[in-house]
């Protein structure tokens, strides 16, 4: 009954908040509003089976209609599903194995430049025959690639650097970042394999190939509407694979592994965990997420430089990871969510807001202050300017108010049940929970 | 041929001799107690034993095979597991958990396994929880698994680390005060559980204990360390007699000779 009531409210504020994007398609706090569905469908008291219907729904069916209205909304979900794919992969090493890797975003830039330079004329710069830009369809085999790429990337930094213990660990991670960076950044000569500062563009996006089906029923196929809606469904996949795999992982004897390295390494390997192997995965499943999602992202932005690769990244996905909640998945989800929605929508929205206030012109009377004139508010109060110092501060009152983050992992519910039979497909402590 | 065998074991850290030329055997089936004042070395005996140090000097054979070398994962393959004088449980992990950690090494499901979710991945997964129930209601934990590890009370804490030491199955379990912070009733409960493991759950025990009812209720056999030197060794009641272990515990030097 309590279950039956609040499906109800939940589809009926869907519904409601959609409603409300649609009559007001430029409004920030429409979409919020919007936005906050999915929040609601987490945290409602309802059953398992109705939360992911209801969020099926939502991510698969309304809000790719809403983005048809606004365009730019599309934009800010795939923004937001590259972050929580990132946070995600870095969850998997500061959260759960506990490792701290402050140059995550090397791994982002590899498969970044790995789509890149194969996906554009750039590989005719050091393989003659014009073979390059490949096909669109490659698009597909390099994102498969561009796992093993992650991997073993990161498999190779893990090597060396893995005897080291916390800050040590940092910094080296930082400086491969860095390293990285500045190869990036220099190796245009003497053969130009990233086209330096310049940056590479046009790089090639993946193939419509349902394009001829559309066609077949009578739709019209534009591809520059098209794009967008299928970048969204290509994140929504790629997502949805990370978190199971990260799901799959956390449950198993490798999460335990990486959850015991964290709490007590000496411990862990007077138990027989085989320390450096497992830390070594953490770092190559890390990495080959970001790897992934690297080369996504060159095909949404068509054009990459070193600049979208920089420490301030890595930083930020960290960031994302801390505020969720380090070493829970709906933390890493939730964290990535909130930032980036507070950068794309909440400081630009305020921004405007803040312009519309100046350009109106009005002079308010306010007590003590007196006679205040609304365009002469200097521009340099734009809350987008302050970004970081907001972000900073949010953290700051994290860490004294919430220092676990705003959804710690929590405690598992996991009673052993002797009635669910040994070999079935099922563990019987009911480890396996649904997607959220 | 005894189940361990150590030869002329010797541990430095810079000057200072932690271990000197130390020999012990332990046989199948044997309960063995190392005792000794504070920092006589037996902590460092076990630390050297389990390779987490490295030995200076002297061999460790276990079951027949040397152990120079071993890194502590693959000596826990071997069949050797310990326990810890100052409690090293997952805090952050439900007491289920912890078992199942040291049940790591004995699981084996692969990768592709625990991302493929097959049938051997469940298979193994759920013979691991009942086996982890099994050593949970033997340490006297059932019903307790789904707490954190960190919520244990200070005996519970002690009887979680014997239970997850089991579940790598090791044939010599190491227990490092096993009773220390015990109340006299909690030990008891202790050296009941001890005697019941040998020759079901493992072959041969060897612990370190300063609780003298314990080591002298349950031991076949005592080694004594004083300054990384073994002194006596013995049965408990040969041991209790050897002047130099009263020497060492009580601390009577010359003076007292002539008394």
């Keep these: 009954m309590k279950n039956r009531i609040f499906t109800a409210g939940l589809v009926g504020y869907i519904l409601l908040s959609s409603l409300l994007v649609y009559y007001f398609p430029q409004s920030v706090l429409a979409f919020l509003a919007f936005e906050a569905s999915l929040l ?3 945290y409602a008291p309802v059953s398992r089976a109705v939360k992911l219907s209801l969020a099926a729904a939502t991510l698969v069916v309304v809000l790719p209609l809403i983005g048809t209205i606004n365009g730019y909304y599309l934009e800010i979900a795939i923004q937001v599903g590259i972050f929580v794919a990132l946070a995600l992969g870095l969850n998997i090493v500061v959260g759960f194995a506990g490792l701290l890797n402050l140059g995550y975003v090397a791994f982002y830039a590899i498969g970044a430049y790995l789509w890149a330079i194969f996906g554009s004329s750039q590989a005719n710069e050091f393989i003659s025959g014009g073979y390059f830009p490949l096909s669109q369809a490659w698009f597909f085999v390099f994102l498969l690639l561009s796992i093993a790429a992650g991997a073993l990337t990161g498999a190779l930094l893990g090597l060396p650097v893995l005897r080291l213990r916390g800050d040590y660990l940092a910094i080296v991670t930082l400086g491969f970042a860095e390293v990285v960076r500045a190869l990036v950044n220099n190796l245009d000569k003497p053969i130009n394999l990233t086209n330096g500062p310049r940056g590479i563009t046009p790089i090639e996006r993946p193939p419509l190939f349902f394009q001829p089906l559309l066609e077949g029923l009578g739709v019209a196929v534009d591809p520059a509407a098209l794009y967008p809606l299928y970048f969204y469904f290509i994140v929504l996949l790629l997502l949805l694979a990370i978190i199971l795999v990260t799901r799959r992982l956390e449950d198993s004897p490798v999460g335990r592994a990486w959850k015991a390295i964290r709490g007590d390494e000496i411990a862990a390997v007077a138990m027989g965990i085989p320390v450096v192997r497992m830390k070594l995965l953490a770092f190559a499943v890390g990495a080959s997420f970001a790897s992934a999602v690297g080369v996504l992202f060159a ?6 430089n070193p600049e979208s690769f920089t420490f301030m990244e890595s930083i930020g996905v960290l960031a994302m990871v801390i505020l969720g909640g380090m070493g829970s998945i709906p933390g890493a989800i939730l964290g990535a969510t909130a930032v980036t929605i507070l950068n794309l929508q909440l400081l630009k929205g305020l921004s405007l807001w803040l312009n519309a206030l100046r350009q109106s012109g009005l002079v308010l009377t306010l007590p003590l ?15 987008a300017k302050y970004e970081r110092m907001i972000f900073g501060l949010i953290l700051i009152l994290m860490m004294i108010f919430r220092p676990r983050g705003i959804l710690p992992p929590q405690k598992r519910e996991r009673r052993f049940d002797p009635s669910t039979s040994l070999r079935t497909g099922k563990l019987t402590t009911g480890g396996d929970r649904g997607e959220n | 041929m005894a189940l361990l065998e150590v030869q002329g074991l010797t541990k430095k850290f810079g000057g200072l001799v932690a271990l000197q030329s130390v020999d012990l055997a332990i046989e199948d089936g044997m309960i063995a107690a190392l005792i000794g004042p504070n920092g006589a070395g037996k902590t460092t005996f076990f630390n050297t034993l389990t390779g987490h140090y490295r030995p200076d000097r002297g061999e460790i054979r276990f079951k027949n095979r040397s152990l120079r070398g071993v890194t502590p994962d693959r000596i826990t393959h071997a069949g050797i597991c310990r326990t810890f004088q100052n409690i090293r449980l997952f805090g952050e992990m439900s007491v289920l958990e912890n078992v199942l950690v040291g ?9 592709a396994d625990i991302i493929g979710r097959s049938r051997r991945f469940y298979a193994r997964e759920n013979q691991a929880a009942k086996r982890a129930m099994e050593l949970l209601a033997l340490v006297g934990l059932e019903g307790r698994e789904e707490e954190w590890a960190s919520s244990l009370a200070y005996g519970d804490q002690r009887r979680l680390e014997v239970a997850r030491a089991l579940a790598s199955k090791p044939e010599l379990l190491l227990l490092d005060e096993p009773t220390a912070g015990m109340n006299p009733s909690e030990a008891e409960g202790m050296m009941a559980l001890i005697e019941k493991l040998i020759g079901v759950h493992v ?6 204990e300063h609780n003298m009812r314990v080591v002298m209720g349950i031991s076949h056999r005592v080694s004594v360390l004083d300054y990384g030197e073994k002194i006596a060794e013995g049965t408990p009641d040969e041991v209790r007699r050897d002047a130099r272990v009263i020497e060492a515990y009580l601390g009577l030097g010359k003076q007292a000779d002539h008394a």
């Design chain 1, 369 to 383: 202050i007196g006679s205040l004139d609304l365009s002469r508010i200097p521009s340099q109060f734009e809350p």
């Design chain 1, 40 to 42: 609601l469908i987490y």
């Design chain 1, 299 to 304: 095909a949404k932005q068509v054009f990459i």
């Design chain 2, 103 to 111: 049940m790591h090494a004995r699981i084996g499901v692969g990768l």
């Design chain 2, 203 to 208: 072959r041969s025990v060897l612990l370190i």
